[in-house]
């Protein structure tokens, strides 16, 4: 069974094994992780078995907002456990804590050509805010998407 909880500096190596898989080129230095892993407002969870980790969440509460908004910042399931559900449950689990911390909506960007993860969140009720366009670099156009908690 698979279970998530919170991440703590002994999961770096972990994390940074799901994001290679995840982002590649893209991936976030192990420096980023370690500064969300102390950063106040970080919803950070991992999910993994006996056989490993197989993948992670990581957003912020923003407290600037009234009531705060959450911003999830990064989602990633290993290759070997994808297409059985642990992206939403990794997704519901974020937006539970978010709702606990007093959160009233997330919201996220995604790139445009990344069918996979946009289907995720159209499935779990986000909707399209806005568009970004070469928010990823030129040419590579972001969507802003949103769902109100609650
Ligand atoms: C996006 C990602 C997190 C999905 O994780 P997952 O555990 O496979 O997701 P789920 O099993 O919960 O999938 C939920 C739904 O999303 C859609 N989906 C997920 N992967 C898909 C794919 N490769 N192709 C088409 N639809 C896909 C499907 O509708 C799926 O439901 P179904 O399997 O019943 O058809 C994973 O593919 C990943 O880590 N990708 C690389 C990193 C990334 O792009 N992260 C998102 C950044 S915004």
């Keep these: 069974m698979t279970r998530i909880r919170p991440a703590s500096a002994a999961d770096l190596p972990a994390i940074l094994a799901i994001e290679g898989?995840?982002?590649g080129e893209e991936r976030f230095p192990p420096a980023v992780f370690r500064?969300?892993?102390?950063?106040?407002?970080?919803v950070f969870l991992l999910a993994g078995d006996a056989g490993g980790a197989a993948g992670y969440v990581l957003g912020a509460i923003d407290r600037r907002y009234r009531p705060p908004l959450a911003r999830l910042e990064s989602l990633a399931v290993r290759r070997a456990w994808r297409r059985r559900g642990l992206g939403t449950r990794l997704l519901e689990s974020f937006?539970?804590?978010?709702?606990?911390?007093g959160a009233?909506?997330?919201?996220?960007?995604?790139?445009?050509?990344?069918?996979?993860?946009?289907?995720?969140?159209?499935?779990?009720?986000?909707r399209r805010e806005g568009a970004l366009p070469n928010y990823y670099g030129p040419g590579r156009d972001a969507l802003r998407l949103r769902k109100p908690l609650g």
């Design 21 to 23: 898989e995840g982002f």
């Design 95 to 101: 937006e539970r804590a978010a709702a606990s911390a």
């Design 35 to 42: 500064a969300c892993l102390r950063r106040a407002g970080s």
């Design 104 to 126: 009233a909506a997330v919201t996220l960007e995604v790139e445009r050509t990344n069918s996979a993860a946009r289907r995720l969140y159209r499935r779990a009720g986000y």
